[in-house]
């Protein structure tokens, strides 16, 4: 696999036709730290295939870049129409029942990262064993997405449950602002823990993502 295939590969899982990302967040998703170069040499971005970031980070995956603001560090990614799995805007939405758990994460890291008008992004906290989905630059902001259901679609699932309280006693262990669980495919999971356990905890809060991308703050009451 090339150097920056794992840039394309998450390009290719998105399911929308523009994205913005950071410097800091493609070095995260590649692993390693981009050339200085790419900080301030605009044709560093060419959709030029003879270079091997272009042909791997991005053109091989039918993408382009489409804009480079050097003040603040922010790449645009435009998906090139036709191309690759054919997924949409709207198909991302109408289909959410049925993304992956990788899809349901990398929609909720672009919905909370507008939420909290913040990049998130997959990193590690310091002393934590722990790969969190959606973190910001500054660690002020750490959270992890849930793509969960009912057993058999009615009855309480306790092994996610459990899971459930691991990933809020790993959050708790974060020195964190704002820490959260985002939750997809089935709104009675958080629900019903939160009926069940939410008085235990104070400082971690439920969010829900539904099938029309609307994004909701679950109460505990």
Same mark, same amino acid.
């Given at each position: 696999? &090339?150097?920056?295939?794992?840039? &394309?590969?998450?390009?290719?899982?998105?399911?929308?036709?523009?994205?913005?990302?950071? #410097?800091?967040?493609?070095?995260?998703?590649? =692993?390693?730290?981009?050339?200085?170069? !790419?900080?301030?040499?605009?044709?560093?971005? !060419?959709?030029?295939?003879?270079?091997?970031?272009?042909?791997?980070?991005?053109?091989?995956? =039918?993408?382009?870049?489409?804009?480079?603001?050097?003040?603040?560090? @922010?790449? +645009?990614?435009?998906?090139?129409? =036709?191309?690759?799995?054919?997924?949409?805007?709207?198909?991302?939405?109408?289909?959410?029942?049925?993304?992956?758990?990788?899809?349901?994460?990398?929609?909720?890291?672009?919905?909370?990262?507008?939420?909290?008008?913040?990049?998130?992004?997959?990193?590690?906290?310091?002393?934590?064993?722990?790969?969190? /989905?959606?973190?910001?630059?500054? +660690?002020?902001?750490?959270? /992890?997405?849930?793509?969960?259901?009912?057993?058999? &679609? #009615?009855? @309480?699932?306790? !092994?996610?449950?459990?899971?459930?309280?691991?990933? @809020?006693?790993?959050?708790?262990?974060?020195?964190?602002?704002?820490?959260?669980?985002?939750?997809?495919?089935?709104?009675?999971?958080?629900?019903?823990?939160?009926?069940?356990? &939410?008085?235990?905890?104070? /400082? #971690?809060?439920?969010?829900?993502? /539904?099938?029309?991308?609307?994004?909701?703050?679950?109460?505990?009451?």
């Amino acid at each position: 696999m &090339g150097k920056y295939e794992n840039l &394309g590969r998450h390009l290719d899982a998105l399911s929308v036709n523009s994205v913005d990302f950071s #410097i800091s967040g493609i070095e995260a998703i590649l =692993g390693f730290p981009l050339p200085s170069s !790419a900080s301030i040499y605009r044709p560093w971005w !060419a959709n030029d295939k003879t270079h091997v970031q272009a042909r791997d980070g991005w053109m091989k995956y =039918g993408w382009n870049v489409d804009t480079i603001d050097f003040s603040t560090n @922010i790449v +645009r990614f435009k998906k090139i129409l =036709g191309t690759n799995t054919g997924n949409n805007e709207k198909n991302y939405v109408n289909q959410s029942d049925e993304l992956s758990p990788s899809q349901f994460e990398e929609k909720a890291r672009i919905i909370m990262s507008k939420h909290f008008s913040q990049e998130l992004y997959p990193q590690k906290i310091e002393n934590i064993p722990k790969l969190f /989905d959606l973190v910001s630059k500054d +660690r002020s902001i750490v959270g /992890d997405a849930k793509y969960l259901t009912m057993v058999r &679609g #009615i009855s @309480i699932p306790p !092994a996610k449950f459990s899971t459930i309280a691991e990933y @809020i006693w790993l959050l708790e262990k974060t020195n964190a602002k704002n820490k959260f669980l985002v939750f997809g495919k089935d709104k009675r999971v958080p629900e019903e823990w939160l009926k069940r356990y &939410g008085s235990l905890i104070s /400082d #971690i809060e439920f969010y829900y993502i /539904d099938s029309n991308n609307k994004l909701e703050k679950i109460v505990w009451r």
